[in-house]
């Protein structure tokens, strides 16, 4: 039982390498002519490797021990004197090893090269197609796992293939060599130093095999770590504001226990591998030398020839040694690799339709008619949403938090598709364009804008493909962001630190606000932007967002319901269903949960008026 378990295992890692070939295998077709080449140098350093204790073998059988017994030597078999023998052969060991050396660059050089383009070309892909992924694939991994294979993965698979690959492949060439040969010269002896091969390559199996599984446990519990770490500084402000560090340090704390105790089982386990393959190499080499001096008694064997014998043992000793590291080392890049390819098989939920077509220059009408969506499939958030906009209008979605609004609204831009029910623009189901001229014709601006590490400029022209300089001032002029951008240290070329951090919540908004206006799209998506902003801030974002809306049609969530009073249309969003339909006036005749709500914020508002006149006139 025990046996299968471990056979099982180890055809994973065979499978695993089969697989992760498999997945390169066009990138390797690609590049075959420099692999060819280098294969090609690779063979022939094995070949100089075995030839490397023949002139040995020479210089003992026909030149020292004839000289030794003062027999007149068998150097006269090769039709030369002694001393032009031994000058041959001696310039034969320099040769050898100059070849030889030569071979190893050019294979190292060129399986590195390959190595390195190949995976610098999987690398890009990856981040490209981490790209196109689904939300709902982001929201299931965690972005430090993810960064953990973007980056730690996949350079484990480039030191690995070059210093460790590559090494095995020269090795297990050499070895294969070195038994076919040592087989033509005895074979009972071969027999002899091979049989207690199986043994080591069981105990190698068993402990190979243990160490893989704690370096995947180990990978992801780093992943787990990078997670943690890069979560916490993400929300440095907040763990300081509530004092929350003891709280991040204990569980920081204990995924860091985990991980260094995986680690210290993977290097025991190391450790114990490299002492069981020293002891049974010392054993082979004992028994080889005890039979090996009979048979030469027997005359069976010539003593250069068991010179060879034991010089290629002692060669294959260090290949063997390195063998349980590189293939310990290997069997780590498996597990990195998997996870890449992992990723890469993926496929985007929200995808383009095979016979999708760009989109044209939309009007702007959008309908929803029966649409139905749920995170879950099997728990349905939007419940049969219907209504229709025409192009220009302003559309407002209000009713309690996390009821589905927002949600709602992520459908138009195709961030997730809906279960049942479709979506219109322009009378066209939106499946049926191409994602990116979907998306490239509506603007958003969230409630916290996300801002990059980059300068203003960048940071309004990335909102269209191209932008000139001459744009980007217009639509911060637009976004009344142009007065406080021209203060900043260096204007629009100022670098702005990790999500806009130098920046007041209503300077970032209005930056976001730019890069929306940059687009000129036909469709305005507006999930409460000003929310959490003081008045000075709210009204000049207001005022920035009534320009960029000018004419378009606008979908808009706020929980200020004198903000969207003015819109043709609201829905009261609740229990992912539309509660109430139709413009202000119809909702306050209609005297349901909107009209309720309106007039509980104004008396709310009015309240607060009066207390801050009162405070001001004491
Ligand atoms: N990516 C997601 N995966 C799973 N559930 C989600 C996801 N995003 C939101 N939800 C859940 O869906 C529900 C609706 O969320 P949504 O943000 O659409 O509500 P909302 O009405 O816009 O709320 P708010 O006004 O607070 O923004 C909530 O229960 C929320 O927890």
């Known amino acids: 039982m025990k046996n299968r378990r471990k056979q099982k295992t180890t055809k994973g890692v065979i499978s695993g390498i089969f697989k992760i070939l498999r997945k390169l295998s066009p990138y390797l077709r690609k590049h075959r002519i420099p692999i060819a080449l280098s294969f090609l140098a690779l063979l022939f350093e094995s070949g100089l490797q075995l030839l490397e204790p023949w002139p040995l073998k020479y210089v003992f059988d026909h030149i020292l021990i004839p000289a030794h017994n003062n027999s007149p030597g068998t150097a006269g078999a090769f039709g030369m004197p002694t001393m032009v023998l031994l000058g041959l052969l001696t310039v034969g060991i320099v040769g050898i090893?100059?070849?030889?050396?030569?071979?190893?660059?050019?294979?190292?050089?060129?399986?590195?090269?390959?190595?390195?383009?190949?995976?610098?070309?999987?690398?890009?892909?990856?981040?490209?197609?981490?790209?196109?992924?689904?939300?709902?694939?982001?929201?299931?991994?965690?972005?430090?796992?993810?960064?953990?294979?973007?980056?730690?993965?996949?350079?484990?698979?480039?030191?690995?293939?070059?210093?460790?690959?590559?090494?095995?492949?020269?090795?297990?060439?050499?070895?294969?060599?070195?038994?076919?040969?040592?087989?033509?010269?005895?074979?009972?002896?071969?027999?002899?130093?091979?049989?207690?091969?199986?043994?080591?390559?069981?105990?190698?199996?068993?402990?190979l095999i243990r160490i893989r599984s704690f370096s995947s446990q180990h990978r992801q519990s780093e992943g787990v770590l990078a997670s943690t770490t890069g979560e916490t500084m993400g929300a440095i402000k907040v763990i300081q504001a509530l004092s929350l560090h003891d709280r991040q340090q204990s569980i920081f704390v204990e995924q860091n226990k985990k991980s260094l105790e995986e680690v210290i089982q993977s290097l025991r386990l190391s450790a114990a591998l490299q002492r069981t393959v020293k002891v049974l190499m010392a054993i082979i080499v004992a028994v080889v030398l005890w039979r090996g001096s009979q048979v030469v008694q027997h005359q069976e064997l010539t003593p250069g020839e068991l010179l060879v014998f034991i010089t290629y043992l002692k060669n294959a000793f260090q290949p063997i040694r390195k063998l349980s590291n590189q293939i310990r080392q290997i069997t780590k890049a498996v597990a990195s690799g998997e996870r890449v390819i992992e990723l890469l098989e993926y496929e985007p939920n929200v995808r383009d339709l095979p016979n999708s077509k760009k989109a044209h220059l939309f009007f702007g009408a959008v309908r929803f008619e029966n649409v139905s969506f749920g995170y879950d499939p099997e728990r349905t958030l939007l419940k049969n949403i219907n209504f229709s906009v025409q192009p220009g209008q302003t559309l407002a979605l209000v009713g309690p938090s996390g009821n589905g609004k927002s949600t709602l609204l992520s459908l138009i831009l195709r961030l997730y598709d809906p279960q049942k029910g479709r979506i219109l623009i322009d009378g066209q189901d939106i499946r049926e364009y191409k994602l990116d001229s979907l998306r490239q014709q509506i603007s958003i601006v969230l409630q916290e804008s996300v801002l990059f590490a980059a300068s203003v400029r960048e940071n309004i022209a990335c909102g269209k493909i191209g932008a000139s300089d001459k744009e980007v001032e217009k639509a911060a002029r637009l976004a009344n962001a142009h007065e406080f951008i021209m203060k900043l240290p260096q204007g629009y070329d100022t670098v702005l630190g990790e999500r806009g951090a130098t920046l007041s919540g209503g300077q970032r908004q209005r930056i976001a606000i730019a890069r929306a206006a940059i687009r000129k799209a036909p469709i305005v998506i507006l999930d409460e932007p000003t929310t959490g902003l003081d008045s000075a801030s709210e009204y000049s974002v207001n005022s920035a967002l009534k320009q960029i809306t000018k004419n378009q049609t606008t979908f808009m969530i706020s929980h200020n319901l004198r903000a969207t009073q003015d819109a043709d249309l609201i829905l009261y969003v609740e229990s992912?269903?539309?509660?109430?339909?139709?413009?202000?006036?119809?909702?306050?005749?209609l005297g349901g949960c909107y009209a309720t709500l309106y007039r509980l914020q104004n008396i709310v508002s009015e309240d607060k008026y009066r207390g801050d006149t009162y405070a001001f006139e004491n």
């Open 97 to 207: 090893a100059g070849l030889s050396s030569m071979a190893s660059y050019l294979s190292t050089y060129g399986i590195s090269m390959v190595v390195v383009q190949i995976l610098s070309e999987v690398r890009g892909k990856l981040f490209s197609h981490l790209q196109r992924l689904s939300l709902s694939f982001h929201q299931q991994f965690k972005s430090g796992d993810l960064i953990t294979r973007v980056t730690t993965d996949m350079d484990k698979m480039r030191n690995v293939a070059i210093s460790n690959a590559l090494p095995l492949v020269t090795n297990l060439i050499f070895l294969l060599g070195m038994s076919i040969v040592m087989f033509w010269l005895n074979w009972e002896l071969a027999l002899l130093a091979m049989a207690i091969f199986p043994l080591f390559i069981i105990l190698n199996a068993h402990l």
């Open 576 to 589: 992912g269903t539309v509660r109430e339909k139709g413009t202000h006036e119809e909702l306050m005749r």
